[in-house]
């Protein structure tokens, strides 16, 4: 009962993580669609008091992961050491997935410290002991770049939402050299 109380202590944030990460490993281990999966909890939470409704954190965290999982996934596998994201114990991959896209795309307002206690707090929960400092370490060096990719997303956004420029039509801007028609 007190680990239930400790659980509910955490806030709904916490919650919303801890689902993101259940999910994530749910849809590994079954092989689907981790936003069909949170979407048919969705349904099923409005649909029966038995269920849980899934928050919209949760929803943000796993459609945030979905869209980039290639990114993430290559961001987590340059920072591990001496293991690769395969023989990592799956717990600890949908943890430290949900824990990079939080630093990577996620609210700037959370703060890199807040992200990386709160996934070590989940990992101390629903993994190996020995895998907390692991998935410590592998965050806080994410995090560390976090910055610097999200400056770079943000001037691609800013590329892309520039109006492009007029055409210029060529024939009206090259001076006529004054020669015969070569066609003629």
């Given at each position: 009962m007190a680990e239930d109380a400790d659980y509910r202590r955490r806030g709904s944030r916490y919650?919303?993580?801890?689902?993101?990460?259940?999910?994530?490993f749910e849809a590994e281990l079954r092989d689907a669609d981790v936003v069909e999966l949170a979407e048919e909890r969705r349904r099923?939470?409005?649909?029966?008091?038995?269920f849980h409704d899934v928050a919209p954190y949760t929803m943000e965290i796993v459609t945030g992961v979905a869209e980039r999982l290639d990114r993430i996934d290559a961001m987590i596998s340059d920072h591990l050491r001496e293991w690769t994201l395969?023989?990592?114990?799956?717990?600890?991959r949908a943890v430290l997935r949900a824990g990079a896209w939080e630093l990577l795309y996620g609210a700037e307002d959370l703060g890199s410290a807040t992200v990386i206690d709160q996934a070590v707090l989940l990992t101390a929960d629903l993994s190996a002991e020995k895998s907390v400092a692991y998935v410590n370490a592998v965050l806080d060096r994410v995090a560390g770049l976090a910055e610097h990719i999200r400056a770079a997303e943000r001037a691609v956004s800013s590329l892309d939402a520039s109006p492009e420029p007029d055409a210029v039509d060529v024939s009206e801007t090259t001076p006529d050299r004054g020669g015969s028609d070569p066609a003629g």
């Open positions: 919650r919303a993580r801890r689902r993101a990460v259940a999910l994530l099923m939470g409005a649909d029966s008091q038995e395969e023989r990592l114990p799956a717990v600890d």
